[in-house]
């Protein structure tokens, strides 16, 4: 279905465009942004990291995870 969306108007090129993430630091930003990606069919882990990624775009000071 997302692929006859994105055919006949030529505006989507991807799921990101249809479902935005919200900008910010705060938890509840970051939450709604997990669930947002969840929905999307992705990854506990990938929808964490995608929305924590958002999070230090938005210029929260949170680290980057070590490999230990």
């Known amino acids: 279905m997302l692929e006859e969306i994105t055919e006949a108007n030529g505006l989507f090129t ?10 910010g630091t705060s938890k509840e930003t970051i939450g709604h ?8 069919g992705k990854s506990q882990k990938q929808s964490v990291a995608i929305a924590l990624n958002q999070a230090r775009k ?5 680290p980057k995870k070590h490999h230990q």
Do not use: Q
């Open 14 to 23: 991807d799921k990101e465009s249809v479902m935005p993430l919200k900008r």
């Open 33 to 40: 942004n997990i669930k947002t990606e969840k929905k999307a």
């Open 58 to 62: 938005s210029g929260a000071k949170i």
